[in-house]
């Protein structure tokens, strides 16, 4: 057999990747990933639209690519799909940005800036030159005024990387007058709310970004409601596929009669209640897909109380079948087993709050007196006892201990309190408290880092730590703690 060389045209084949099904607020989301990826802090979106100029620029203060890099950058397929991922990578095909930006536009410039280095460099895909030509011609340089004005934003920036879609005839397809104005900018803010529900946990947290339109910062919506105290929590469940872990970890929102009406419309979402319900799926902390029940389940009113997150890493994506957009995927056949049994115990507890309003938990006051052995106390929204550690005895005990003892004594003090039988069937609502949130954090991590370094592995001595009721659904903020 003698093999032919079949090389694609370039003109058909990128006329037709600009129908691959993104839409704006999809497209964007893919070249906010690039970002992420290369460890921005900082991201800026600026749109123009007017008589003289119309185009969409993604900026950031990441790590920026040298010459040979944006040119690999820039291929239609620049990485192997089947090659390893580092954990905090949000891509997979090697033509997301590209074809992102072909789905809005006919004109693609990116420029980038390494740290240390004196000039920018720049590469230009032109829709328009690749019909004309059928060739595969990136070109190195831009003059036109969108790009100058884009590129003034850039400014003296020591790094980073610009992206710029330009010739915007799939995004602007009316004529400049102010009612096509006021269409175009209602689907920049319909974007800013998709950016916000994709991105909610890059944008909250100690290692929070920062992403802006026009200047505008955009906030994180979470779809779970953490910090309502009517927010009911479930024990977080580890569904084992080949090897890997995927967290599930369900949230019941409170009822619409414990929201102001202000919040229960933000409540709602992009989507709406009924259909913002379901598994959100996430890859490497970015929201794939919001809300879905996998077809196992039926969207319906009493259900739209329940969500549940869904953590998958990015050696995932075959199994689950993430597609290029990033905006779909579906369980393997060994899980859904598992993944219905969550989803109908997560409906049936929303069903209950939507026609019985829930059950509110009584919540006692701390006791005044020194010398009771238990208090009772709520952190998170959750009622339980601990000891009482202004007790005269324990006080005077410890302070005959030098630091290291003392330490080994509150953490005992702690596992006696996790593990005592009035605490460790403890189910109810958790919401966080701020005053009380970081105590609990540095706690668990403290735990969690002596059962380490005693001899458990790390999954272990997180899971030994997530046993205890009072650090139900902290897996994630432990990890970030210690850096797993």
Known sequence: MNPKLAIPDAAPLVLSLRSVGYTLETALADIIDNSITAKATEINIDVKWNKELNYISVRDNGYGMNEAQLHQAMKIGSKNPVDPRNHDDLGRFGIGMKTAAFSLCKRLTVGSKLLGSNAMCMRVWDIDKIAETNRWELFDGSSTPDWKDALSRFGNC?????????KLDRLITENYSDQAIGRFWQRIADMEKHLSMVFHRFLSGVQAIAIFINGKKIEPWDPFMRNWLATQEFREEFLECNGESIRAHAFILPHHSKLSVKEYDEAGGPGGWLEQQGFYVY???????PGTWFKMLRKNEPGQLARIQLDLTGDMDFE???????????????????????????QEASRKVYY????????????????AIWEQASIRGRTFFRINRSHALLKDAKAQLNADAEKKL???????????????????PVSGEANQENELIDSAASFCSDLINAGYSKCEALRKVLQISIYEGMAEAIENKLQL
């Open 158 to 166: 020591e790094q980073g990387t610009i992206v710029v879609l330009e």
């Open 283 to 289: 890859r490497n902390k970015r929201l794939i897909v």
């Open 410 to 428: 509150n953490t005992f003090l702690s596992l006696v309190e996790g593990f005592a039988p009035m605490n460790a069937s403890l189910t109810g």
């Open 320 to 346: 689950w079948k993430i597609d290029v957009k990033k905006s779909s995927a579906a369980p393997p056949s060994t899980l859904r087993e598992g993944i219905r049994r969550i989803a109908r115990t997560a």
């Open 356 to 371: 019985y309003r829930g059950a509110a938990i009584n919540q006692q006051s701390k006791a005044e007196d020194n010398d």
